[in-house]
């Protein structure tokens, strides 16, 4: 019963091709992110939806479009890929509530998915 | 931006023993997040803070709020093969974007 859950768990593909990742969470939360992992195991955040909407696109190449069909979906396509895209992309969701005068901003991390562009 | 530094990189311990890493910014923070994330998968939440000096335990793990709100650490105390993965160290910045540190790399020889 997995709570975000993303697909295909392993990609490997040609340099210029098009592809797209799922990503899926059945927590009911609102909103929802991208994160890229580089070969030095560094997280970064590349955007986030709350409630279909994009409110964060950290200066992404446009080659990586999200799309958010409904809350609980936030899939990942990516144009032309290139040999620096390698990475493991994780998505994420998290419930943004205010808890005694805090934000509660745990995020649930999917399992990855490790892209290999050759 | 947001800048986090975790320290060490990376450590080799024996089983049983304790591990100690912490994390530092450059900036106030109003919440800490400790990050575990083994082989394989994506992280998962160990322990959060919200209080500068708060003091939270997760089993045998223990991590602390910084006075200053510019720090944080990470204690675990009798190290197990299964504590195994990279430790991260992350802030909450605003709308839920987490900045994570560069992590800590934790092997454990049985």
């Known amino acids: 019963d997995t709570a975000v859950s993303q697909t295909p768990k392993y990609l490997v593909t040609q340099m210029g091709n098009d592809k797209s990742i799922k990503c899926e969470q059945n927590?009911?939360?609102?909103?929802m992110y991208w994160y890229k992992q580089d070969s030095k195991k560094f997280l970064k955040i590349m955007f986030s939806?709350?409630?279909?909407?994009?409110?964060i696109n950290e200066t992404v190449p446009n080659r990586f479009s999200p799309k958010s069909p409904d809350k609980a979906h936030l899939n990942l396509h990516i144009n032309s890929l290139e040999l620096g895209d390698s990475a493991v992309y994780f998505c994420?969701?998290?419930?943004?509530?205010?808890?005694?005068?805090?934000?509660?901003?745990?995020?649930?991390f999917g399992q990855g998915t490790r892209l290999t562009v050759v | 931006g947001q800048q986090l530094n975790q320290s060490p990189q990376s450590m080799f311990i024996q089983e049983g023993e304790d591990v100690s890493m912490n994390c530092t910014s450059s900036?106030?923070?109003?919440?800490w997040l400790w990050y575990k994330q083994e082989p394989g998968e994506g992280p998962v939440l160990l322990i959060a803070?919200?209080?500068a000096g708060e003091l939270t335990s997760n089993g045998r793990l223990t991590a602390q709020f910084g006075i200053t709100r510019k720090d944080s650490f990470l204690n675990i105390s009798a190290s197990i093969p299964s504590d195994v993965g990279i430790y991260f160290c992350?802030?909450?910045w605003g709308g839920g974007k987490l900045i994570f540190g560069q992590g800590t790399e934790l092997s454990v020889k049985p």
């Open positions: 939806y709350n409630n279909k909407e994009l409110i």
């Open positions: 927590l009911g939360h609102d909103t």
């Open positions: 992350a802030d909450p």
């Open positions: 803070l919200y209080k």
């Open positions: 900036s106030i923070f109003n919440t």
């Open positions: 994420a969701s998290s419930q943004h509530i205010w808890l005694t005068g805090r934000e509660n901003t745990e995020a649930f």
